[in-house]
């Protein structure tokens, strides 16, 4: 997930956007599927912003969806589609995993899966080092592709022999040091947002070195040791995976626990009333959440929000309150974990561990 358009998109806060979202097929003949259900959905959209800013004034933003759903070769796709239109923005994103599918007008972008994607662990960057050249490869689980813009793959600048105990001088390392920033940085300015999950993978020398030279070492999540530079990008991604697979089993239950101890230091909220008014306040640390987790509301007063939405109008209403709280969460600089349906019953199915 690009960063810059992660922020782009979270940042627009006014009425209408349109959030087009739908599970796609990747592989024939179910893919002929795509195009008939994006219709449909194309279809729906129309008429919901014909209701609610009449013809004349939807017409605009119709063109707009028209025209960005011309463009999409409904015969690559990953294995979900999201659109995002409103005045300003024509986008369409691929997402690596199923989505629910969804039409949302709303005052933001329906940027949820967006977030679940960087936040489930599921979706994450891996960092192939050695000392000539470092390449980014985009995975999902063990789904695997090499990225080949903003910088990557880069090439060191110097001539450089393989590191060993008996050329390993302090020039040299230095500039193994000012290569692995630089790759660093380049990674950071591009791709981190939020909860960025990156593998660095590599011998065991150039990860201790890449670690000292890292700008930001919070978000490396894992380690894969070895010489990989003659690996496919699919057989690391699958090496990658069993790592990344049994950290977030790791975390999931970690932050179940951390519930527990938060429950004992009164430091929970539960339910997506509480929630909401401590995710405005900028108190939450950690919000966790059942994945499939979704429920309308309206903004009340004094950072509450209203379940009961009968008396409210079509446009006053957030189709997805969780989606929005989650997005609030991530802004004020705290980290989402979803968690397994079924898991948090007891907490009304999301739960907050406070800072204070």
Request: hydrophobic content about 40%; proline content about 2%.
């Amino acid at each position: 997930m690009d960063k810059n358009l992660l922020n782009k998109l979270m940042e627009v806060k006014e009425y209408p956007c349109v959030s087009i979202l739908l599970p796609t097929h990747r592989t024939a003949p179910d893919n002929q599927k795509n195009a008939i259900r994006l219709k449909k959905l194309v279809r729906q959209a129309s008429e919901m912003l014909e209701k609610e800013l009449g013809k004349r004034e939807s017409k605009g933003l119709i063109e707009k969806i028209e025209k960005l759903v011309a463009g999409v070769d409904i015969s690559r796709t990953l294995d979900g589609l999201a659109l995002f239109v409103n005045k300003d923005i024509e986008q369409m994103v691929d997402i690596p995993f199923r989505v629910k599918e969804r039409v949302i007008i709303d005052k933001t972008f329906a940027t949820r899966d967006l977030i679940k994607s960087v936040n489930r662990g599921t979706n994450y960057f891996l960092l192939d080092l050695s000392l000539h050249r470092a390449r980014l490869i985009s995975c999902f689980r063990d789904d695997a592709t090499e990225i080949t813009q903003n910088g990557f793959p880069m090439q060191s600048e110097f001539e450089m022999l393989e590191l060993n105990s008996t050329d390993f001088s302090r020039e040299k390392k230095k500039q193994i040091k000012e290569f692995f920033n630089r790759v660093d940085k380049t990674f950071l300015t591009n791709y981190h947002y939020g909860d960025t999950k990156l593998v660095i993978a590599g011998v065991q020398k150039n990860l201790s070195l890449y670690r000292e030279a890292a700008d930001s070492k919070d978000i490396i999540y894992e380690q894969l040791e070895g010489n990989y530079e003659a690996t496919s990008v699919h057989d690391l991604g699958k090496k990658a995976w069993g790592l990344v697979r049994e950290k977030n089993k790791h975390i999931r239950h970690k932050a179940l626990n951390e519930i527990q101890n938060a429950i004992s230091a009164q430091k929970l909220a539960s339910g997506i009333t509480e929630v909401w008014r401590f995710a405005n306040e900028g108190r939450i640390n950690i919000l966790v959440v059942e994945e499939d987790y979704h429920t309308s509301a309206a903004p009340g007063a004094d950072n509450n929000i209203i379940l009961d939405t009968s008396g409210f109008s079509d446009k006053d209403i957030m189709p997805d309150a969780v989606d929005e709280v989650a997005e609030i969460v991530v802004d004020k600089g705290g980290r989402v974990v979803f968690v397994d349906n079924g898991t948090m019953g007891k907490y009304h199915k999301i739960a907050a561990i406070l800072r204070y």
